[in-house]
């Protein structure tokens, strides 16, 4: 299938590994121009050689917390690539705590990190986006948004916020032709995921091998996800096939979600 993806400019924030990463990748072999972000150079650096050889990359060094950051990186990338077509907002989690361990501090590090580099970013492109009439949206959340998990707080508030912002963007610029949509992912292998296993199997006393046989026990799949998985469903969002979807939080986490809706 022709996802009518070529020499489309998408930006990928937090994908020198993981799920952003497998989001860039996937990108790049749909034919799109591929500008990513993160902290660590030399992470940066090995991810762009990568993406490389499926198609044309950038990167550039960027904290999604900081806005000089963002507006320095949606520069670099417009100067280089031209208007950005495609965002996928992304950053990684905050604090595994509970509610009665967190300081203001890590509630407003939370905010500046999960929430406010979704609206900046997405503040930075919807200008040109609407201006070409087309543009596509898409915030990588958590499982958290829909079913709160007790040692992600922050997360699990944050989250089902970003949830709230996808359905107020969608209906805001929809008539631009701009389609905005979330998604709430399940457990995949992650760098993420392995520090959530430090965290619980010091509480449980169990193995980390245990942990994740009884993780992949509580998916319907019976598995734990990969990147990769992510990362296609995110190039179908971006796509023209998927030109009549906005608005949706769409659950990729093997049936982990128990929800009806």
């Given at each position: ?5 070529k020499d489309r400019?998408?930006m990928?924030a ?11 990748i996937?990108?790049?072999?749909e034919g799109?121009?591929?500008s990513?972000?993160a902290r660590?150079a030399?992470e940066l650096?090995?991810?762009r050689a990568?993406?490389?050889?499926h198609g ?7 904290d999604v ?10 520069q670099?990338?417009?100067d280089?690539?031209?208007q950005?077509d ?13 509610f ?5 501090e890590?509630?407003l590090s939370?905010?500046?990190?999960t929430l406010?580099?979704v609206?900046?970013?997405s503040r930075?492109v919807i200008?040109?986006?609407r201006?070409?009439?087309w543009?596509?949206i ?8 829909k079913?709160p998990?007790?040692?992600l707080t922050?997360s699990?508030t944050?989250?089902?916020g970003?949830s709230g912002?996808t359905?107020?963007m969608?209906?805001?610029?929809g008539?631009?032709?701009i389609t905005?949509?979330?998604?709430l ?5 992650t760098?993420?995921?392995?520090a959530?296993a430090d ?5 449980r006393g ?5 942990y ?5 026990a509580?998916?319907?799949l019976?598995?734990i996800?990969e990147?990769?998985?992510l990362?296609?469903?995110v ?8 030109s009549y ?7 990729v986490?093997?049936g982990?979600i128990?929800?009806?809706?």
């Amino acid at each position: 299938m022709d996802l009518g993806l070529k020499d489309r400019v998408a930006m990928i924030a937090a994908a020198s590994k993981g799920i952003g990463k497998a989001c860039a990748i996937a990108l790049a072999q749909e034919g799109c121009r591929v500008s990513i972000c993160a902290r660590n150079a030399e992470e940066l650096e090995r991810t762009r050689a990568e993406i490389a050889s499926h198609g044309e990359a950038m990167t550039v060094v960027a904290d999604v917390s900081s806005s000089n950051d963002l507006e320095r990186w949606y520069q670099q990338t417009a100067d280089r690539f031209g208007q950005v077509d495609v965002l996928v907002t992304n950053t990684g989690g905050p604090p595994v705590k509970r509610f009665m361990e967190l300081s203001d501090e890590q509630w407003l590090s939370g905010v500046e990190s999960t929430l406010m580099n979704v609206v900046r970013l997405s503040r930075l492109v919807i200008p040109g986006m609407r201006e070409r009439q087309w543009g596509r949206i898409i915030h990588l959340t958590s499982l958290a948004a829909k079913q709160p998990v007790d040692e992600l707080t922050i997360s699990s508030t944050l989250r089902a916020g970003l949830s709230g912002l996808t359905k107020t963007m969608a209906n805001q610029i929809g008539p631009d032709n701009i389609t905005v949509n979330a998604i709430l992912t399940g457990h995949i292998l992650t760098d993420r995921q392995y520090a959530l296993a430090d965290v619980r199997v010091k509480e449980r006393g169990i193995t980390h091998e245990e942990y994740f046989a009884g993780q992949a026990a509580e998916i319907p799949l019976r598995r734990i996800g990969e990147p990769r998985e992510l990362g296609e469903v995110v190039a179908f969002l971006a796509s023209e096939r998927a030109s009549y979807v906005t608005g949706v939080s769409l659950q990729v986490d093997g049936g982990l979600i128990r929800a009806a809706m």
